[in-house]
């Protein structure tokens, strides 16, 4: 089987770092594997700066992407885009935490956050397409000195672990770097029998088999 053809194979990846890590910038290169990519955002343009940002960020992706605005429900967006695409890029959960935290203060609702998890990891693993997931570590810092932040970290910890145990890969993010933390299944055979050919594969992906690389610096994503 060519690296490509294994690269195709229906699968979940966790990609995992701090702020400015390259974890965006890694999982787009994953993605560009594929050809029919779908591309899950989270943010939302609450003020000018962040408006510009999403701006920016949908110019520098690929015209052939398609984009779907999901600041909430994102078990259904999930859903909706693997049933036409190959590979369902979702950047980044950090963000979609912080949405859905607002949401429920500003309704009052009750439902907690191990409802919202189960719904989002449910979406991911029954997903049709290969599915990529980026967020943030969050475990690695000192203690959130407010309420809401401890809940904030708490929330969002359980879902990358959540997602974690669903992956077929978990790739953590340091200074660009790339850090297998788990992999599972052909991948991981395959990377024992040549570690040097797959980590090539990884890091050289190819843009609609076209075997060009994306030109953006990786300074340009989180």
């Known amino acids: 089987m060519s690296p490509e053809a294994e690269t195709r194979k229906k699968s979940v990846t966790l990609v995992l770092g701090g702020a400015q890590s390259g974890k965006s910038y890694y999982a787009q290169q994953l993605a560009s594997h594929f050809e029919r990519v779908a591309f899950i955002a989270t943010a939302r343009g609450t003020d000018a700066e962040m408006r510009s940002k999403i701006a920016r960020h949908r110019r520098e992706r690929p015209a052939a992407w398609r984009t779907i605005e999901a600041p909430l429900d994102l078990e259904k967006a999930v859903r909706a885009a693997s049933r036409e695409s190959e590979v369902v890029l979702i950047d980044c959960l950090t963000v979609y935490v912080d949405n859905v935290m607002s949401a429920g203060r500003k309704s009052k609702s009750k439902s907690g956050s191990q409802e919202c998890i189960n719904a989002v990891c449910d979406a991911i693993r029954t997903a049709g397409a290969s599915v990529i ?63 040097i050919a797959v980590a090539k594969d990884e890091l050289m992906p190819f843009a609609n088999g076209s075997g060009k690389r994306h030109s953006r610096s990786r300074e340009q994503f989180k």
Do not use: W
């Not at 690695?140 to 809940?151: C, H, K, M, T």
């Not at 599972?184 to 029998?193: F, H, M």
């Open 133 to 195: 997931v980026v967020s943030n570590e969050v475990g690695s810092g000192v203690v959130p000195p407010y309420r809401s932040g401890r809940a904030y970290r708490d929330f969002l910890g359980q879902m990358n672990q959540k997602v974690a145990q669903i992956a077929d890969r978990v790739i953590l993010m340091v200074a660009g770097v790339p850090m297998t933390v788990k992999e599972s299944g052909a991948s991981q055979e395959k990377r024992d029998e040549s570690p």
